[in-house]
């Protein structure tokens, strides 16, 4: 499995690398403008990701307006976001207007920090990305 993990900060980049590690290869953005841009150059070369953990409160690009973007680019290769990469969102925010904007924007999982990592895991397993 092929990951990146969108998150400016440290602690949490390593929480999430520690927990995804047995699976496969973890990326690194530290906002929204480099997680489009990692997607991107992913799906460019054929080699897209997995999954994509990502944050909301970022510098630079937040993190709904990367998943609107994100899906954008999978929607210009004709890639359902069904059939497109995973994305679960892993951020403080728990109020009503964030959850269902990453939902309307074609989330597939959202994760509440600090992250569990049995419910992440079992997120994952729900996404099929790990049995």
Known sequence: MKTLIVEDDFTSRLVLQEFLNPYGSSHI???????????????????????????????????????????????????????????????????VKNIVGAFSGMCDAYLIKPIDRTKMLDEMRKLKLIE
């Open 29 to 95: 953005a530290v906002n929204g403008t480099e997680a489009v841009e990692a997607v991107r150059t992913a799906l460019e070369a054929g080699e897209p990701y997995n999954l994509v953990c990502l944050d909301i409160m970022m510098p630079e690009m937040d993190g709904q307006t990367a998943l609107k973007r994100i899906r954008d680019l999978e929607e210009a290769r004709g890639i359902l976001s069904t059939k497109g990469v995973k994305i679960m969102m892993t951020t403080a925010l728990h109020d």
